[in-house]
């Protein structure tokens, strides 16, 4: 596995990735952004073409640790660019789709065109756009909307966008030379720090205000909120947060791969789900804001065995209590599982699971605390997925039966 970051359509993306991995199933399977079709998978037919550092990219035949470091825009980070949205309904406008598989590749080629080639006549557009292929239309409505919308750009005397890219060459992670930018819409995000440090909401969740890094790609399928307290500081409880390796070696089940950083961690974590086990390996960064004691973790691992995959964002926010005797910690987690055990994390079940792990947590922290760092190489159990869920759905059952009884 290789980590890399990478920014997909303006947001930051930490990712563990297999270096055979091709950017379209990265975007698809990881990311969830199914925008990019893929067709041939041979880089022949161009279903899959997105834009690389604003050149447009075969994604099938592209390896996504090749885009280390570089800006990607799929169809979906394309919504508020003004050619790429004049281009739609010109598509619209002049039926130039049908059943609209090729037509996210072909926005981004003929997105290209119109920038590249302010001057295209008919023709210079059908050889622009010889390496997109449509199965529907006979191409005669593709052309004449992107004819159209050059026609338009130049009847309104707009200007190409600036540095506009005349060669045609490789991409990717800053390889392309001059480009031309996708709309600020689509702009790298930059991360900023919030600096207000009022106490958690009425509902107890991380404040907005602490979500110091803008979230990742794609919506997690799973949000868990749980908040505890430990007996300690929040100042002592803080330092303690940034000793990651001591964190990660609280949830159980969890070993280091290497040393950790102030911010990098790379982590394997043992999971039994009856008689099956898996093995979770993958790596976490970490951003921290002293200001205001919150803090976002994000990762990404990969278990070998099931070829089960997960990306998370842990959000938490240390809050004074008993005049600063002890500390409430307030976290949100969202996660999403691809693979085999993907329909674990559908059931409502997973909360209870959640709340049972976030006790073991607190309780390990809370030892680790009151033991100082003579406790760091202690090691934890794995985690009996199995026996949790067994647990859970017994304190479903007992709950039903108390409420069914007036209890």
Aim: glycine share 10%; hydrophobic share 40%.
């Amino acid at each position: 596995m290789k980590q890399m970051h990478l920014t997909v359509n303006g947001k930051a993306v930490y990712a563990s990735v297999e270096p055979r991995t091709h950017l379209a199933d990265f975007l698809r399977e990881s990311l969830n952004l199914t925008g990019t079709h893929l067709g041939c998978e041979h880089g022949v037919c161009g279903a899959c073409t997105l834009i690389v550092d604003g050149v447009p990219v075969r994604s099938c035949i592209t390896l996504a640790v090749a885009c280390d470091g570089a800006s990607v825009t799929t169809v979906e980070g394309l919504d508020h660019d003004e050619i790429a949205g004049a281009l739609r309904a010109a598509f619209s406008r002049e039926h130039g789709l049908q059943c609209g598989y090729c037509t996210p590749g072909m926005l981004a080629s003929a997105r290209d065109i119109v920038i590249r080639m302010p001057d295209a006549t008919a023709q210079d557009i059908r050889v622009a756009m010889s390496g997109n292929l449509c199965r529907c239309t006979g191409y005669v409505g593709i052309v004449r909307a992107i004819e159209s919308v050059i026609s338009e750009r130049k009847a309104k005397s707009l200007a190409p966008p600036s540095n506009p890219r005349t060669d045609v060459g490789p991409a990717g992670s800053g390889r392309a030379g001059p480009t031309a930018p996708v709309s600020a819409a689509a702009a790298p995000v930059a991360a900023r720090a919030a600096r207000r440090t009022e106490p958690a909401g009425a509902a107890g969740r991380v404040p907005e205000a602490r979500r110091i890094v803008e979230p990742g790609v794609g919506a997690p399928q799973t949000t868990v909120h749980e908040s505890f307290t430990v007996d300690h500081p929040r100042g002592e409880v803080w330092a303690f947060f940034g000793r990651l390796g001591e964190v990660a070696t609280c949830l159980p089940g969890t070993s280091l791969l290497g040393t950790p950083t102030d911010n990098h961690i790379e982590t394997r974590i043992r999971i039994k789900v009856g008689p099956m086990v898996s093995e979770f390996e993958g790596a976490a960064d970490v951003v921290r804001d002293a200001s205001s004691f919150s803090g976002v973790i994000r990762g990404t691992a990969e278990d070998a065995r099931s070829r089960s995959s997960t990306r998370g964002e842990i959000r938490y926010a240390l809050i004074e209590e008993q005049h600063g005797a002890s500390t409430r910690v307030e976290v949100d987690v969202g996660f999403t599982l691809t693979g085999p055990l993907a329909q674990f994390s559908r059931s409502s079940i997973v909360h209870d699971i959640a709340r049972r792990m976030a006790g073991a947590f607190a309780q390990n922290l809370h030892a680790r605390l009151s033991r100082g760092r003579d406790a760091a190489g202690t090691p934890v159990a794995e985690l009996d997925a199995g026996g949790l869920l067994v647990s859970a759905l017994l304190s479903r059952i007992k709950r039903f039966f108390r409420g069914l009884l007036g209890r």
